[in-house]
């Protein structure tokens, strides 16, 4: 998790913004025949009918503490990030500004996904414009099986490429138990990094 990396973070006060930051959303939108909006989610938002369904849960809670509320309901109002982007406020603890930018990592990293996914451009190994990304796209198995514009510039497709070099030697028991280094099926950066990490342990021994 990525709070892990930073001591200081609160991790329950983090997933509790986690959890909560949406949660107006239950209201926000109607189900029954695709996504559409509530009459609540046009006039209030997901924002505001979150912060209201906390206030109605709190009442039933009468000795939580009013400096943590303050500070769940601050991550909700503030998880956008930027109040042209429709936060009421800007994160100003660390816990809001990582709830943030997770939330942003995890938004943009699913547009990403779909536009590569659901892109029709046949030709090349670039999708089309994204204007919610501000940039196109690599199909990066397309542009590492050859099949794009290096091919038809007369480079050899997958097909016609050598053989790939046999696997490299298994890492040090140590250096394969590390998390950063764990086995990813079909990844050829993997495969790079057990290659270097060999080579470096040779070289030292």
């Not at 369904?53 to 009442?59: D, G, T």
């Not at 536009?115 to 090349?124: A, F, T």
């Not at 994204?130 to 510039?153: C, I, M, P, Q, V």
């Not at 007369?154 to 097909?159: L, M, S």
Request: one cysteine or more; a negative charge; aromatic letters at 6%.
């Amino acid at each position: 998790m990525a709070a892990q990396h930073y001591p200081h973070i609160d991790r329950d006060l983090l997933l509790a913004g986690v959890i909560l930051h949406d949660i107006g959303k239950i209201y926000e939108l109607n189900y029954e025949r695709g996504f559409s909006y509530s009459n609540d989610g046009q006039l209030l938002g997901h924002i505001t009918i979150g912060l209201r369904m906390i206030a109605e849960k709190l009442r039933g809670l009468p000795e939580f503490p009013a400096p943590l509320r303050s500070l769940v309901e601050h991550m909700i109002l503030s998880h956008h990030g930027q109040l042209e982007f429709g936060s009421p406020k800007l994160p100003l603890f660390p816990e809001a500004l990582m709830l943030h930018y997770l939330d942003d990592l995890d938004s943009k990293m699913e547009c990403m996904r779909a536009l590569i996914e659901n892109d029709r451009q046949v030709e090349g190994c670039f999708t089309t414009y994204s204007s919610a990304l501000e940039r196109t796209a690599l199909k990066k198995e397309r542009y590492l099986n050859g099949n794009g514009a290096a091919a038809r510039a007369g480079h050899p497709t997958a097909e016609a490429q050598p053989a790939p070099p046999p696997a490299a030697p298994a890492a040090a028991p140590e250096l394969a138990a590390h998390p950063l280094f764990a086995a990813t099926p079909d990844s050829a950066f993997a495969d790079k990094l057990k290659q270097a990490l060999h080579a470096k342990q040779e070289s030292q021994s």
